[in-house]
Structures are given as structure tokens and as C-alpha cells.
């Protein structure tokens, strides 16, 4: 599986941005999908995951009601919509597939077998 990620960039505080994640070599179906994120200096922290067909979504408490996963299964596609950014959300953010998943393990980035490059988030004050 390669995932590519993409979307990321430079917002004001208060505005949007949606990430995607393409995946190629096998299909989201039966697959785990987590995005995470990493801040300089910070470890990898989890934002939101999603198990196909039944599992979820899950997401931090820092980001619920403000993120929003979202998926195209005809372009084997997830997507990460953000809104009402903070500062605190500038990050590195990751895409990560993982197979056979159980609910308990959808927030650990070493559930997660296969990951993309990454997308700089980066909102201003």
C-alpha cells in the first residue's frame, strides 16, 4: 500500500484546510485509516481514525467538532477536512493504513503497518 498526502499549507487562525490521502495497491475496504499529526519537538499524536466497514470515526478531543474524516472509496481516497484552526493545530500531518485493526489499538501509531510522506499544516496567529 503507498498512501500520498497532500493539502497541507499555510492558513490564517479561524480559517480551513482539507488533506487528502490517495492510497494505491489496495482499497481502503476491510483497512484502518488514521491521520496523525507531529509538531516539532512533540511525538506523533493522533487526531482521527476510521475502520472500514464498521468502526468509528474517533477523534481526539482536541479536534472533535472541528475535523471531519471523510472518505471517496471510487478514488480510494480519505480525506481530512479542517475548520476553525488553531495555532495549536501546526503540525506535520500523516495518513496511516492499517489492516485487522481492533477498536482499542486505532489511536497507537504502531497499529498502523503503512504511512504517507506527510503535509505541513502550518496556521498562523
Known amino acids: 500500500v503507498q498512501l500520498q498526502a497532500s493539502g497541507g499549507g499555510l492558513v490564517q487562525a479561524g480559517g480551513s484546510l482539507r488533506l487528502s490521502c490517495a492510497a494505491s495497491?489496495?482499497?481502503?475496504?476491510?483497512?484502518?485509516v488514521g491521520w496523525f499529526r507531529q509538531a516539532p519537538g512533540k511525538e506523533r499524536e493522533f487526531v482521527v481514525a476510521?475502520?472500514?466497514?464498521?468502526?468509528?470515526?474517533f477523534y481526539s478531543d482536541s479536534v472533535k467538532g472541528r475535523f471531519t474524516i471523510t472518505s471517496d472509496n471510487a478514488k480510494n481516497t480519505v480525506y481530512l477536512q479542517m475548520n476553525s484552526l488553531r495555532p495549536e493545530d501546526t503540525a506535520v500531518y500523516y495518513c496511516?493504513?492499517?489492516?485487522?485493526?481492533?477498536?482499542?489499538?486505532?489511536?497507537?501509531?504502531?497499529?498502523?503497518?503503512?504511512w504517507g510522506q506527510g503535509t505541513l499544516v502550518t496556521v498562523s496567529s
Open positions: 476510521r475502520r472500514w466497514p464498521t468502526g468509528g470515526p
Open positions: 496511516a493504513v492499517g489492516f485487522n485493526l481492533i477498536l482499542s489499538s486505532m489511536r497507537e501509531p504502531a497499529s498502523y503497518a503503512y
Open positions: 495497491g489496495r482499497t481502503f475496504s476491510r483497512s484502518a
